[in-house]
């Protein structure tokens, strides 16, 4: 019930935000040849385009690998998205500091994206690599789950436009106590005008910044009460890749940092990439029993595909390295 009441809401902050867009629309046609309406139709589509839904990008900082250079590693992504159930990625890209993989669509096409994060991806195991896929596979949100995530998102936008401007601009104060101690002295200045304007929109931001804020926290709300239900889903699609003990130890390894240490330490010492590789492994190598003769593996990657994935992204891994100190 809580599920369908946060989709509902979600649905009626997008009307508003297509509202707005039309209202612009309708206001310019109604009367073409009038500058007035030209600037509120304007005003109205500004308003509706800032606010409309994201489509969703790929950050500033990813490179999309040719799959005839990443064969490999496009091949792996393919098997787990079989598996897991979802459409293979079109793309793979990497990110040199991100420890983060994430898989989405993105862009009008909705084209499917993975974008893996070099250090913990350097540091895991051919059976890990595969749950880190499984893992970002399963994150992909359903539907319903993405239009109230970016109904959140609108009110966000809505929040910050409304109470962002509670308080003047401390550069803009600066310059009207310059312009009031000037040769001016006693007599009106400039900005009277500016300062009442001012004080009329944070007058209206606060009138409608509250049922925005009450919106706001019935569908935050809402959108919790069904996280154990998303939690479980994705766990469940996670589990159709990988053991329930590899995506505990793969959470562990990405909560803690651990891995990203001795790294980190090994880079600064100048140690080369197959150097600080075959250390992650041996990391992963020993167990209660002893030491296993080859890294952890999977059926959807075993370890001669691993180390040709390691071939593929070598340049990009010396590259990387250089900048693991960064990471915190």
Request: charged share 20%; net charge positive; aromatic share 4%.
């Amino acid at each position: 019930m809580k599920r369908l009441a946060a989709l509902v809401l979600a649905l009626v902050v997008h009307l508003l935000t297509l509202a707005s867009l039309a209202l612009g629309v309708w206001v310019i046609v109604r009367d073409p040849g009038s500058i007035l309406w030209w600037l509120l139709g304007a005003t109205s589509l500004a308003i509706g385009w800032a606010l409309r839904p994201r489509l969703g990008r790929l950050p500033a900082d990813v490179e999309v690998l040719d799959r005839a250079t990443a064969g490999e590693l496009y091949g792996a992504a393919d098997r787990v998205a079989d598996r897991v159930g979802v459409k293979r990625p079109r793309k793979v890209a990497i990110r040199d500091l991100a420890t983060r993989t994430s898989y989405d669509r993105v862009g009008l096409a909705r084209t499917p994206v993975l974008v893996v994060g070099l250090p913990l991806w350097l540091a895991l195991p051919p059976g890990l690599r595969v749950a880190l896929l499984a893992t970002a596979y399963a994150r992909l949100p359903t539907g319903d789950e993405r239009v109230v995530s970016e109904a959140l998102d609108t009110l966000e936008s809505w929040r910050d436009a409304l109470l962002g401007a509670a308080a003047p601009l401390p550069i803009r104060e600066e310059a009207q106590t310059k312009i009031a101690a000037s040769s001016l002295g006693a007599m009106d200045h400039p900005g009277t005008t500016y300062e009442a304007a001012g004080a009329f929109g944070r007058l209206i931001g606060r009138v409608l910044g509250g049922p925005v804020l009450l919106l706001r926290y019935a569908l935050a709300r809402l959108a919790r009460a069904g996280e154990s239900r998303t939690l479980a889903r994705e766990r469940a699609l996670a589990l159709r890749v990988a053991s329930a003990a590899e995506l505990a130890t793969l959470e562990e390894l990405a909560a803690g940092g651990g891995y990203l240490a001795p790294m980190q330490a090994a880079a600064l010492r100048g140690e080369s990439v197959a150097s600080i590789r075959q250390s992650a492994l041996a990391r992963s190598r020993l167990t209660d029993d002893g030491v296993l003769p080859s890294p952890p593996h999977s059926e959807l990657l075993g370890t001669t595909e691993s180390e040709r994935i390691d071939e593929e992204l070598l340049a990009h891994y010396v590259r990387a390295i250089r900048g693991f100190g960064l990471i915190s």
